[in-house]
């Protein structure tokens, strides 16, 4: 079983849709990180949480750390969030490495 | 925030000779991560790389196969060694830790034939 699971892998949706993604994780983290990844391979850092909720305009993500659980959401949906949207955890008590899902390939219709 | 460039941005490469990626950072970091993510597949941390030692190396890699230098703490190099297909991936450099964004290269697109 992988430590980072997301759900779903693929997902289509018309513009203005609301959208969610899920990760669930299995380890003690210090931090989650939502990554978004165009099709030239570049990652951008989206949101980084410990707790809680943050929001950046059209988009949302929460954390429950009980759970092991944190959500992405995208209001309003529109074809150029089109993307590979990735979770990933930094263990507790590390400096360093990230442990990466697999990602959700996320198509927007016009 | 930090700014990752990476060379060269893509390659295609014949099985048994080796590519060496740069990446630089327009600021003073740390630690250095590098990625390999193959297809259909997540990333994996290779190796991380700090500043006047030599590079930590997850199971499964090894210095004489990804060899990297790390001269200042602005610059880094990867290099694939005696590539074969199976080392057909994207490979990315990072920087970021502990409760800091983590910032990534836009990435080495690389095909071994």
């Known amino acids: 079983k992988n430590e980072v699971e997301q759900s779903p892998q693929n997902l289509t949706a018309q513009e203005g849709e609301f959208i969610t993604i899920n990760c669930s994780y299995s380890v003690g983290i210090s931090a989650l990180h939502w990554l978004q990844q165009h099709p030239g391979g570049g990652i951008v850092s989206l949101f980084m949480l410990s707790s809680g909720k943050k929001k950046h305009g059209r988009l949302i993500a929460t954390i429950n750390i009980q759970e092991k659980h944190s959500s992405r959401h995208i209001t309003a949906s529109h074809p150029r969030d089109s993307a590979v949207y990735i979770c990933a955890v930094r263990l507790a008590g590390s400096q360093g490495n990230l442990i990466f899902g697999k990602g959700t390939k996320l198509s927007v219709k016009p | 925030s930090a700014v990752i460039s990476q060379k060269p941005s893509r390659d295609i490469c014949q099985r048994g000779t080796s590519l060496t990626i740069q990446c630089q950072v327009d600021?003073?970091?740390?630690?250095m991560f590098w990625y390999r993510q193959q297809p259909g597949q997540s990333l994996t941390l290779i190796a991380t790389?700090?500043?006047?030692?030599?590079?930590?190396?997850e199971s499964g890699f090894v210095i004489d196969k990804f060899p990297i230098s790390r001269p200042n703490l602005t610059f880094s190099t990867l290099t694939v060694s005696n590539m074969s297909p199976e080392d057909s991936s994207i490979y990315l450099c990072s920087v970021g830790g502990g409760r800091e964004t983590q910032y990534f290269g836009p990435g080495t697109r690389l095909l071994v034939l």
């Open positions: 790389a700090n500043q006047g030692s030599e590079a930590t190396y």
């Open positions: 600021s003073q970091v740390t630690m």
